[in-house]
């Protein structure tokens, strides 16, 4: 069984570690609301997500989960004021999804016109469910480190 699982643009940027198809991560996973993220990749692609990932605080209290990445899909949308918005504050603009498939994800992305990075959709299984002879990359740094801010 695959999950799909929101990587938020900055959480990478910040100091995640870049991942590919066929890598085995570990990942804080929390249960989204759809509904945060229909905005960005529509109602339908929205209801998709499973998780996020979280590695800054968040997540404490939450054991890491161990997966293999099947597909990742740059996200990339344009953002605006939203006509009659009391506060001057840049939200996505529905409608304006660009998905990219990515052979790797490292947190900078190609410019594209008129839109905006705004994260990654990565479709993934729990590396208990790996095929017998997948071989398992880890992700992790050598000295086992992850990021806290």
């Known amino acids: 069984m695959t999950l799909t699982i929101w990587v938020d643009d900055w959480q990478i940027q910040c100091c995640g570690q870049s ?14 609301d759809p509904e945060d993220y229909a905005d960005v ?7 998709e997500i499973d998780f996020r990932e979280e590695h800054h605080g968040q997540g404490e ?3 890491t989960a161990s997966l293999e990445v099947v597909s990742i899909v740059e996200v ?15 939200s996505p ?7 990219v498939p990515v052979r790797e994800a490292d947190g900078w992305v190609k410019a594209r016109p008129d839109v905006s990075f ?16 997948a071989a398992a990359r880890s992700n992790e740094g050598a000295d086992g480190t992850r990021c806290r801010t």
């Open 76 to 90: 990339h949308c344009r953002y605006g004021v939203p006509p009659g918005a009391v506060e001057k504050v840049n």
């Open 61 to 63: 209290g939450h054991a």
């Open 118 to 133: 705004a994260g990654y959709l990565v479709k993934a299984r729990r590396a208990t469910d790996r095929p017998e002879g």
């Open 19 to 32: 991942f590919a198809p066929g890598d085995v991560v570990s990942w804080t996973l929390l249960e989204v």
């Open 41 to 47: 990749i529509g109602s339908e692609r929205a209801d």
């Open 93 to 99: 603009v529905p409608g304006t999804t660009v998905l």
